[in-house]
């Protein structure tokens, strides 16, 4: 039990010293990472996502696949050595933000690293949680402890009163 608690408080420590280190933006120099930008960060990746698809869909309307292939293509039957062309205008692609270089390279990876930077945070307050349970329940047992030894002292004070003599 004393091993688990140490490991878990140099598991906190740990992740409060990187988390100050990386991130200085309040007070104690530790960044709050919020449920509602996590939020935000998720709904970009989707917007994402779905520009992926709606360009892959584009690449194939515009390929040199026929129709009847082009489900074989989405499901992966797509014959090593077979080569797929498109010819796509920029018009067609003006409106997929996602295919520039900041949104890849920038973007994407902050993102994730973002949701991933809330979910360690709160499995570290989950943590602290966890911690501060067993230390109430450890300061618990010990006054119930404590309690016991006092209880068991005064029956035997009361005990060794009744059953001695005593001379004057």
Same mark, same amino acid.
């Given at each position: 039990?004393? +091993?688990?608690?140490?490991?878990?408080?140099?598991?906190?420590?740990?992740?409060?010293?990187?988390?100050?280190?990386?991130?200085?933006?309040?007070?104690?120099?530790?960044? +709050?990472?919020? $449920?509602?930008?996590?939020?935000?960060? !998720?709904?970009?990746?989707?917007?994402?996502?779905?520009?992926?698809?709606?360009?892959?869909?584009?690449?194939? +309307?515009?390929? $040199?696949?026929?129709?009847?292939?082009?489900? %074989?293509?989405?499901?992966?039957?797509? +014959?090593?050595?077979?080569?797929?062309?498109?010819?796509?205008?920029?018009?067609?692609?003006?409106?997929? $933000?996602? !295919?520039?270089?900041?949104?890849?390279?920038?973007?994407?990876?902050?993102?994730?690293?973002?949701?991933?930077?809330?979910?360690?945070?709160?499995?570290?307050?989950?943590?602290?949680?966890?911690?501060?349970?067993?230390?109430?329940?450890?300061?618990?047992g010990q006054a119930e402890l404590k309690?016991?030894?006092?209880?068991?002292?005064?029956?035997?004070?009361?005990?060794? %009163?009744?059953?001695?003599?005593?001379?004057?």
């Amino acid at each position: 039990m004393v +091993k688990q608690i140490s490991v878990i408080i140099s598991f906190l420590l740990f992740f409060c010293f990187l988390g100050s280190a990386a991130f200085s933006s309040d007070t104690r120099g530790v960044r +709050k990472f919020t $449920s509602e930008e996590a939020v935000q960060r !998720l709904a970009q990746i989707e917007v994402s996502l779905q520009e992926y698809r709606d360009f892959f869909d584009l690449i194939l +309307k515009h390929s $040199s696949l026929p129709e009847d292939q082009r489900l %074989a293509f989405y499901r992966s039957k797509f +014959k090593t050595g077979q080569k797929l062309t498109a010819q796509i205008s920029p018009d067609d692609i003006q409106g997929i $933000s996602s !295919l520039d270089w900041s949104t890849q390279n920038i973007g994407f990876p902050n993102w994730v690293t973002y949701i991933n930077a809330y979910l360690l945070q709160q499995e570290i307050e989950l943590l602290k949680k966890d911690l501060e349970i067993k230390i109430l329940k450890k300061q618990n047992g010990q006054a119930e402890l404590k309690e016991k030894i006092h209880v068991m002292e005064k029956r035997f004070l009361e005990q060794f %009163a009744k059953d001695s003599s005593f001379v004057d």
